[in-house]
């Protein structure tokens, strides 16, 4: 286990049949160094159940020699070197990585743990780890599919009344059977989708069109070969069924005919027996031949059933997109909305703050609370603070400069003309419809 996943990480010690090691890409779960940790944490935990010699029952650590980690490998059938010089090969090889992943979770679910991505040998592969979580006995034989039914195949012959030598030999064949299966599945959801063939790598680099053509002839031709390798596995079982019950049959002719000579009768019945059986056989091959294709047409039915709901949740996620395509483009809309009601406002302030401030600022030249500098008639000289503060914020000064300039030359030359009461008087009253506008911008009055 030390040694794959030390290869795996790229360990200098373990690396030694990669000209330039580089990193591995995690695509899948933790990195390689977390499946060590994961591993090491639930071996620690686990235990397994023994019997004593005295009848007693222990609980016993995990033995060095156990099975602790399932991994499998699989392989991209174009060189590394092509798929890093073309986007389009690149896109590809992602897409064939992320149906392996999809391939891996459906078989293995939570117990997959990690998968990477080798890119620095001739082709590029990945790798993928399995562990036994949440079993005690830490055993990762029984998470491959095959492992399990070759035991299931040999405890029901055991069951049965088969001795070892028997039972082992019908695991072997289940276990190939399974191994079989699980590769026609890998095919179907990997190798297809992607152009490949299910018996080796052969794809070339073609032009677009031709990949296209060359990846649907592809489909058709695993198909036809799936079609007649089940045809010929079928005819081959039946064939040898004939042939066992025909050499059968004609060693009892054979014996029969050794009697001849005791009877014309009997050989007469002997040859009308031996016109039966080649009737039979014929019958059982035609039999058969009907059985074989009546579950060809069963598999037919039910990959068109299965097309036919792959189509249907297709259109099911396709108008779900729509209508959530469609409720972000309102939500869009009304914030747009909400955007322009904001600014619409805040302008409106503005102008209402600057509308407040330009009268306080007429109000101060008339109380002496505005006035302009001495020593520098361009400069304005405003008490109050705040007032101050917001005309500058607004950069009003310099717009009304000239009116404030105007208004506090003419209250000079008439205040100069009146007595310090009519100057009250006056001002009072000049003053008076100023801060009536000032009080109605600040809502003091309706």
């Given at each position: 286990?030390?040694q794959v996943l030390e290869e795996a990480a790229?360990?200098?010690?373990?690396?030694?049949?990669?000209?330039?090691?580089?990193?591995?890409?995690?695509?899948?779960?933790?990195?390689?160094?977390?499946?060590?940790?994961?591993?090491?944490?639930?071996?620690?935990?686990?235990?397994?159940?023994?019997?004593?010699?005295d009848g007693r029952t222990a609980s016993r650590?995990?033995?060095?020699?156990?099975?602790?980690?399932?991994?499998?490998?699989?392989?991209?059938?174009?060189?590394?070197?092509?798929?890093?010089?073309?986007?389009?090969?690149?896109?590809?090889?992602?897409?064939?990585?992320?149906?392996?992943?999809?391939?891996?979770?459906?078989?293995?679910?939570?117990?997959?743990?990690?998968?990477?991505?080798?890119?620095?040998?001739?082709?590029?592969?990945?790798?993928?780890?399995?562990?036994?979580?949440?079993?005690?006995?830490?055993?990762?034989?029984?998470?491959?599919?095959?492992?399990?039914?070759?035991?299931?195949?040999?405890?029901?012959?055991?069951?049965?009344?088969?001795?070892?030598?028997?039972a082992l030999k019908m695991g072997n064949t289940?276990?190939?059977?399974?191994?079989?299966?699980?590769?026609?599945?890998?095919?179907?959801?990997?190798?297809?989708?992607?152009?490949?063939?299910?018996?080796?790598?052969?794809?070339?680099?073609?032009?677009?069109?031709?990949?296209?053509?060359?990846?649907?002839?592809?489909?058709?031709?695993?198909?036809?070969?799936?079609?007649?390798?089940?045809?010929?596995?079928?005819?081959?079982?039946?064939?040898?069924?004939?042939?066992?019950?025909?050499?059968?049959?004609?060693?009892?002719?054979?014996?029969?005919?050794?009697?001849?000579?005791?009877?014309?009768?009997?050989?007469?019945?002997?040859?009308?027996?031996?016109?039966?059986?080649?009737?039979?056989?014929?019958?059982?091959?035609?039999?058969?031949?009907?059985?074989?294709?009546?579950?060809?047409?069963?598999?037919?039915?039910?990959?068109?059933?299965?097309?036919?709901?792959?189509?249907?949740?297709?259109?099911?996620?396709?108008?779900?997109?729509?209508?959530?395509?469609?409720?972000?483009?309102?939500?869009?809309?009304?914030?747009?909305?909400?955007?322009?009601?904001?600014?619409?406002?805040?302008?409106?302030?503005?102008?209402?703050?600057?509308?407040?401030?330009?009268?306080?600022?007429?109000?101060?030249?008339?109380?002496?609370?505005?006035?302009?500098?001495?020593?520098?008639?361009?400069?304005?000289?405003?008490?109050?603070?705040?007032?101050?503060?917001?005309?500058?914020?607004?950069?009003?000064?310099?717009?009304?400069?000239?009116?404030?300039?105007?208004?506090?030359?003419?209250?000079?030359?008439?205040?100069?003309?009146?007595?310090?009461?009519?100057?009250?008087?006056?001002?009072?009253?000049?003053?008076?419809?100023?801060?009536?506008?000032?009080?109605?911008?600040?809502?003091?009055?309706?």
């Open positions: 286990m030390e790229r360990a200098p010690a373990f690396s030694t049949h990669v000209e330039k090691p580089t990193p591995p890409e995690t695509i899948f779960g933790v990195p390689v160094e977390e499946v060590r940790r994961l591993h090491d944490e639930m071996v620690a935990s686990g235990s397994v159940q023994v019997t004593l010699k650590g995990i033995r060095k020699d156990r099975h602790t980690l399932l991994t499998a490998v699989a392989s991209y059938p174009v060189p590394s070197a092509l798929v890093s010089a073309s986007p389009e090969a690149q896109e590809d090889c992602e897409s064939w990585c992320n149906r392996n992943v999809k391939w891996l979770k459906a078989k293995f679910g939570d117990k997959l743990v990690s998968v990477i991505t080798h890119s620095d040998e001739e082709y590029p592969h990945l790798h993928a780890y399995i562990l036994p979580l949440n079993d005690p006995t830490c055993s990762a034989r029984r998470l491959n599919p095959a492992w399990r039914v070759k035991e299931e195949a040999m405890e029901k012959a055991r069951a049965d009344g088969h001795d070892d030598k028997v289940a276990y190939r059977a399974k191994g079989r299966e699980i590769q026609d599945d890998y095919f179907e959801e990997v190798g297809l989708p992607c152009g490949l063939t299910r018996t080796g790598p052969k794809r070339r680099r073609l032009s677009r069109q031709q990949w296209k053509t060359e990846k649907d002839a592809a489909r058709r031709e695993a198909k036809v070969l799936r079609d007649m390798e089940a045809r010929l596995d079928a005819l081959v079982e039946a064939e040898d069924g004939l042939e066992a019950s025909l050499a059968i049959k004609a060693e009892e002719i054979a014996e029969k005919l050794d009697l001849a000579d005791q009877s014309l009768e009997e050989a007469e019945a002997d040859r009308a027996e031996a016109k039966r059986l080649r009737e039979q056989a014929a019958r059982d091959a035609q039999n058969a031949e009907a059985r074989i294709q009546r579950q060809l047409d069963q598999k037919q039915e039910a990959l068109e059933a299965l097309h036919r709901q792959q189509r249907e949740a297709e259109r099911a996620d396709l108008h779900r997109a729509r209508l959530e395509a469609e409720k972000e483009a309102r939500r869009l809309r009304d914030a747009q909305a909400q955007i322009n009601q904001d600014r619409a406002d805040a302008l409106r302030n503005a102008a209402e703050e600057a509308a407040r401030v330009v009268l306080e600022l007429f109000l101060g030249v008339l109380d002496g609370a505005v006035r302009p500098d001495p020593a520098a008639p361009r400069v304005w000289i405003i008490r109050d603070d705040d007032l101050r503060e917001r005309a500058k914020r607004l950069d009003l000064i310099e717009l009304i400069k000239d009116t404030m300039k105007v208004l506090h030359d003419a209250w000079t030359q008439l205040s100069e003309r009146l007595s310090p009461s009519e100057q009250a008087a006056a001002s009072e009253q000049i003053a008076e419809p100023v801060k009536a506008a000032v009080d109605r911008q600040q809502g003091n009055q309706p």
